[in-house]
């Protein structure tokens, strides 16, 4: 295929405006895709994607298109996530794109993704193309939609909008159409030497590590001797191919082209998305400048349950590499032995890489409860301490402040559910910054403390907004915030992994629902176990977890006041020799703290 008549480009919106939907058309209307196929939908097929209904991975596919002109032309198109937290996914899709399909519902409008997507589309020099959808809803308002989206941006004030079904299939024709006329084609030289960006990766159990790439210049053969230019690391392209949307080997890649490169590499450290590949024989001279990390925001700790570490680490090396954004390092807890350390974009994010442990690598993890990153101000110190475990929280007698972080919250929401909205939004100590009408919605804009989003805030969003509200996030910086740590102790022993921050004026009411909650879910003794919430040095809250038998001394016991007696010296040596806490921790008792209030 002649480079000129390659098109790239992503297909982006908010999450539910019909990406999967849309692609899937594409598929069929280019007959990349039987009939009998498309019964389903095609790209979301990791076990938790069916679970949620919504896309977590990009999807890349090559189409080939026969245009109203009589050409033919190659589509490369990579669906991406429309959720908050995997906007890293999105803009790796975008790095290797030339143009961008913006899809609008029409039953929704424009929505906070939609802008969010649209400026990274815009930062990448993307050629956008907006598509309204969801025409042959009821509910549908186009024009409405449409003017919105014309004031998204200065590029759209001319442009003929286009108005589909994705469902139906309706004008999806026009969309087609419009690819070839409005995305510029690729502009690399197939005379140059090798230039690859690595936008994604895979962990095969056979193949080992098989890198994503857009060949930016150059071509790629079977057998080629490449390297990654950030690390030096020597590939060997074992095989190379393209996506259909499975994985279908190919006989060469040129310049322009998006496809997959089978590197041989083992190790799942070996590889990091970003970099860029080209041959060793005739290397060029400047890498592509690749991308930012992703930046953690919430954080948990991974423990295997029973003797299963390396199987874990394993795991959790072969999801990093397939999810830049998903970080990790060792650990260990006194309660819990070695485990890791794990940094999520958002709490959505940490439940689907839990679920993709269960999924794809059959492993059930203890999660402990997750927290964000604190800057610990200690006395006498020079910088902050930077604590993203709380168990390494220092003593609050070493304590000098601290410093929380800040985010800025975009909730765009209807008119009828603003009062619940902004409730909510004060209750998780929220402060309004700016309120705007954006035709029949609201866009409120709040600060607040990182950590009171981190947790449910986005299901209770929905649910009070009966499921119209949106968000998005961003951090905001630090600022000093009086939080002190609540430790747990079982039989007067500190339970490390149990730790956990908040602010102090919510401590006790924390202190005494977790102790109530932990009651019914720490495994039973032969003695009762006392169980306290302790906030700097202080018990806060105090209950016992009755013992697995009957109590000697009850009432109505038949037995003989000497056999009582025995009984109660015997019970009473137990907990003299117990005084530790070697208690199994099952996950509800980690979950007892996920679920406060
Ligand atoms: P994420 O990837 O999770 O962000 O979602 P998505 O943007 O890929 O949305 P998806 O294609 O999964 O569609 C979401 C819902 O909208 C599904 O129930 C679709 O059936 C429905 N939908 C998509 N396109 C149309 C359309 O043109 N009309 C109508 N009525 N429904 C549509």
């Known amino acids: 295929m002649q480079i000129q008549n390659v098109r790239n480009f992503a297909i982006i919106a908010h999450i539910d405006h019909g990406k999967s939907t849309l692609a899937d058309r594409i598929m069929e209307q280019t007959q990349t895709v039987s009939d009998r196929e498309s019964q389903a939908q095609l790209l979301d097929d990791l076990a938790v994607e069916q679970a949620h209904g919504v896309t977590v991975k990009s999807r890349t596919v090559r189409n080939y298109y026969t245009a109203d002109d009589g050409q033919e032309y190659e589509y490369n198109f990579i669906d991406t996530p429309g959720h908050v937290d995997f906007t890293y996914e999105v803009s790796k899709s975008l790095a290797a794109s030339d143009g961008a399909l913006l899809l609008v519902d029409a039953t ?86 090798l230039k690859a960006l690595v936008f994604d990766s ?64 083992k190790d799942p450290q070996a590889l990091r998305v970003g970099d860029t590949l080209t041959s060793v024989a005739n290397p060029t001279a400047t890498a592509l400048p690749g991308y930012q990390p992703s930046q953690s925001m919430v954080f948990a700790g991974f423990y295997p349950q029973g003797d299963h570490y390396h199987d874990l680490q394993l795991a959790v090396e072969k999801l990093a590499l397939n999810d830049a954004s998903f970080h990790y390092r060792p650990e260990s807890s006194d309660a819990l032995g070695a485990g890791f350390r794990c940094g999520f974009l958002g709490i959505f994010h940490l439940q ?27 006395k006498n110190g020079d910088d902050p301490l930077i604590v993203d475990n709380p168990i390494k929280f220092p003593d609050y007698s070493k304590i000098d402040y601290v410093e929380e972080p800040l985010a ?114 720490i495994p039973r003794k032969l003695n009762p176990m006392p169980v306290q919430s302790v906030v700097e040095g202080k018990a806060l809250a105090r209950v016992d977890v009755p013992p697995l038998r009957k109590n000697a001394a009850a009432n109505g016991e038949k037995r003989s006041t000497s056999k009582k007696q025995a009984l109660l010296r015997r019970q009473s040596m137990n907990k003299r020799q117990s005084a530790h806490s070697d208690i199994e921790l099952p996950q509800e008792v980690f979950n007892a703290v996920l679920d406060l209030e």
């Open 408 to 521: 800025t919250a975009t909730i765009t929401t209807t008119s009828e559910s603003l009062s619940d909205v902004m409730k909510l939004a004060t209750q998780h100590k929220g402060e309004l910054q700016d309120m705007r009408n954006q035709g029949d919605l609201v866009v409120l804009e709040y600060q607040l403390p990182f950590a009171e989003i981190a947790y449910d805030f986005f299901n209770a969003l929905k649910s009070v907004s009966h499921g119209y509200a949106t968000l998005t996030t961003e951090l905001a910086g630090y600022d000093i915030a009086d939080v002190v740590k609540v430790e747990v102790h079982v039989n007067y022993a500190r339970v490390d992994a149990l730790s956990f921050v908040v602010h102090r004026e919510d401590a006790p009411l924390m202190a005494q629902e977790l102790v109530h909650k932990l009651k019914f879910v």
């Open 108 to 193: 929704q409008g424009v929505q906070a993704q939609t802008v969010a997507n649209l400026r990274l589309a815009q930062d990448n020099h993307l050629t956008v193309i907006p598509v309204i959808n969801k025409i042959d809803a009821a509910a549908a308002d186009v024009e409405r939609t449409a003017e919105q989206i014309r004031s998204l941006s200065p590029d759209f004030a001319d442009v003929t909008m286009l108005k589909i079904s994705a469902k139906t299939g309706l004008n999806v024709h026009d969309v087609l159409e419009a690819i070839h006329t409005t995305i510029p084609a690729p502009t690399g030289s197939l005379k140059q030497p």
């Open 352 to 378: 689907i890489i839990r679920e993709r442990l269960h999924d794809e690598y059959g492993l059930d993890v203890l999660t402990t409860a997750p927290n964000v990153t604190y800057r610990v101000h200690v």
């Open 202 to 265: 895979q962990y095969d159990a056979f193949k080992g590590i098989i890198a994503y790439v857009r060949l930016m210049d150059g071509q790629l053969k079977p057998n080629d001797k490449l390297k990654l230019m950030a690390t030096d690391q020597p590939v060997m392209a074992n095989e190379i191919g393209i996506f259909t949307p499975q994985r279908v080997a190919a006989k060469q890649l040129v310049a322009g082209d998006v496809g997959y490169v089978v590197t041989g590499l």
